[in-house]
Nanobody, 120 residues
């Protein structure tokens, strides 16, 4: 029921920066956790960063210090600022929305994915 639309992917040189944006179809204040995941060819989808409704952020070890996740509840958007990009960051990046509702349980929603390619 929650629709997520991503933007900002593209080709960037090593050491460069990109900012990914995810727009949700409903107020993200009601969504417990927003996050970014990525999947490289031949690899499983992995967690990049999450942020709770209260603004608490968590990052994968591989991106700590380089990536920053933020949310704007007024605009219903979640961004991922990616700095000091490495070729290993090349992947399809997916926006995730996770919520818990009484009588329903855990729900996960995913964006369509946006390609990030880091190459010289």
């Amino acid at each position: 029921q929650v629709q997520l639309v991503e933007s900002g992917g593209g080709l960037v040189q090593p050491g460069g920066s990109l900012r990914l944006s995810c727009a949700a179809s409903e107020n993200i204040f009601s969504i417990n956790v927003m996050g970014w995941y990525r999947q490289a060819p031949g690899k499983e989808r992995e967690l990049v960063a999450t942020i709770t409704s209260g603004g608490s952020a968590n990052y994968a070890e591989s991106v700590t210090g380089r990536f920053t996740i933020t949310r704007d509840n007024a605009k219903n958007t979640v961004d991922l600022q990616m700095n000091s990009l490495k070729p290993e960051d090349t992947a399809v990046y997916y926006c995730n929305a996770r919520r818990f509702r009484l009588g329903i349980g855990r729900e996960d929603y995913w964006g369509q994915g946006t390609q990030v390619t880091v190459s010289s």
